[in-house]
């Protein structure tokens, strides 16, 4: 069964202080993994999408990595409008047309 | 700017009445999906279109329901909500090639009493 496992499930940082948030997957093929930004009482917000180990991805403070087993999120020197829950998603081969299978996602806070 | 739009934010119905969810996109995209998402959970699909075909999820209860009457329009309808259908509900649409990413709405906050 295709899964996706993220950790921690929450994180706080003071601002300023770079950590990673773990993204863990078992799927049958993988068409893509896909990063996501929520914030509280609003849908998700498109972030990376990651095809092929070895591959990476930069945005402003954020930096995605994959290998075969898993992804990372790197926050680099992070302010306090990074506070979010990150999504992390994988698109399997073989399953409903472009589904993405969620992980329960990580629960960011940078304090000033 | 292209979008996806809920309406409403909000919805709070009665148990046992039925409610209707509606999303509309400018993106023109062929698919659009319906996920819903409990607090603290990872969003899970119930359905989606790809432009008229439906595709039902397996574990997707009898009691939702979903409509797609143009390229732009896809409503969700609960028939009987229960307490335990209390949730966010999103509306997403992708072009439906392989590997390309959902772009979400805001979500309807669904409250039953």
């Known amino acids: 069964e295709d899964q996706v496992t993220q950790s921690p499930e929450a994180l706080r940082l003071q601002e300023g202080e770079s950590s990673s948030l773990n993204c863990s997957y078992t799927v049958s093929g993988l068409r893509g993994l896909f990063w996501y930004r929520q914030d509280p009482g609003k849908g998700p917000e498109f972030l990376f999408t990651l095809y092929s180990a070895g591959e990476e991805k930069e945005k402003e403070r954020l930096k995605a990595t994959l290998t075969k087993k898993e992804s990372f999120l790197h926050i680099t020197a992070p302010k306090p409008e990074d506070s979010a829950t990150y999504l992390c998603a994988v698109q399997a081969y073989g399953g409903s047309q472009g589904n993405l299978i969620f992980g329960k996602g990580t629960k960011l806070s940078v304090k000033p | 700017d292209a979008m996806v739009i809920q309406n409403p934010r909000y919805q709070v119905t009665q148990f046992g009445k039925p409610v209707t969810l509606s999303c509309s996109q400018t993106l023109n995209h062929n698919v659009m999906y319906w996920y819903q998402q409990k607090s603290s959970q990872a969003p899970k699909l119930l359905f989606h279109?790809?432009?008229?075909?439906?595709?039902n999820e397996a574990d997707t209860p009898d009691n939702f329901q979903s409509r797609r009457p143009n390229t732009s329009f896809c409503f969700l309808d609960i028939r009987s909500p229960g307490l335990g259908d209390a949730a966010m509900y999103l509306c997403?649409?992708?072009?439906?090639?392989?590997?390309?990413?959902?772009?979400f709405g805001n979500g309807t906050r669904l409250t039953v009493t």
């Open positions: 997403a649409t992708s072009i439906g090639t392989p590997g390309s990413p959902l772009h």
């Open positions: 279109y790809y432009d008229k075909d439906f595709n």
